[in-house]
């Protein structure tokens, strides 16, 4: 029920309930790292696991996007350092929800103005221009960009929903695109964590531990 009005006993209109809150127009991810980025690698790797978060979110609330934006900044702090901060946003061919076609996007704006010898500590990805999902039948180009990925639509949407569902029922990035996968040590771009809430309810490792 959506859009209803709640009325007292005279059938006077008070108040507009929306039990159904509206799809978000924008879905944005960003973080500043635990040590400045300076390597192309690690900066495509953060930005892989931003598109693959805020992707999931998409089809979480039923929508695809058109545009993905993608920043990162240096420290105005850092005195000594030089600055650079581009922003660049990426059109997709058709509106789309799937992960590696976000993601592709996405590299393709850090190879576009990502810059050697910069310390970037901040980061971040956000989905534009989005719809409502399905909105998106028949508007193929036939000079499409995103070809190489042979599946069909309905190919592609089931595929993302299993990758969701084991990442629900496994947990987060139980399943991931390669781009996006963490390394076995601390990545370089994690965020601090110094002052993280322990996850007792959640992580065994985390548990806390009496001894008599």
């Known amino acids: 029920m959506r859009g209803c009005r709640v009325q007292t006993g005279r059938g006077t209109s008070c108040l507009e309930v929306d039990d159904a809150p509206a799809a978000n127009q924008q879905i944005m991810c960003s973080r500043s790292f635990g040590e400045p980025i300076t390597e192309l690698a690690s900066?495509?790797?953060?930005?892989?696991?931003?598109?693959?978060?805020?992707?999931?979110?998409?089809?979480?609330?039923?929508?695809?996007?058109?545009?993905?934006?993608?920043?990162?900044?240096?420290?105005?702090?850092?005195?000594?350092?030089?600055?650079h901060s581009p922003a660049v946003t990426m059109p997709l061919t058709r509106p789309t929800a799937d992960t590696r076609l976000v993601i592709a996007a996405a590299l393709r704006a850090v190879d576009g103005v990502f810059r050697p010898g910069?310390?970037?500590?901040?980061?971040?990805?956000?989905?534009?221009?989005?719809?409502?999902?399905?909105?998106?039948?028949?508007?193929?180009?036939?000079?499409?960009?995103?070809?190489?990925?042979?599946?069909?639509?309905?190919?592609?949407?089931?595929?993302?929903?299993?990758i969701d569902a084991l990442n629900q029922r496994f947990g987060r990035d139980a399943v991931a695109v390669a781009s996006a996968t963490r390394q076995r040590q601390r990545s370089a771009h994690a965020s601090k964590q110094e002052r993280r809430t322990p996850r007792y309810t959640t992580r065994l490792d985390e548990v806390v531990t009496a001894r008599a």
């Open 43 to 83: 900066m495509k790797e953060a930005v892989s696991q931003f598109a693959s978060r805020i992707t999931e979110k998409l089809r979480g609330q039923g929508s695809v996007a058109r545009s993905v934006h993608v920043f990162f900044n240096t420290s105005p702090y850092r005195k000594h350092d030089r600055q």
């Open 118 to 162: 910069f310390n970037y500590v901040k980061a971040g990805v956000m989905l534009v221009d989005l719809q409502p999902q399905g909105r998106e039948q028949g508007e193929l180009d036939l000079f499409d960009l995103e070809a190489d990925v042979p599946a069909p639509a309905s190919g592609r949407a089931g595929l993302m929903t299993a």
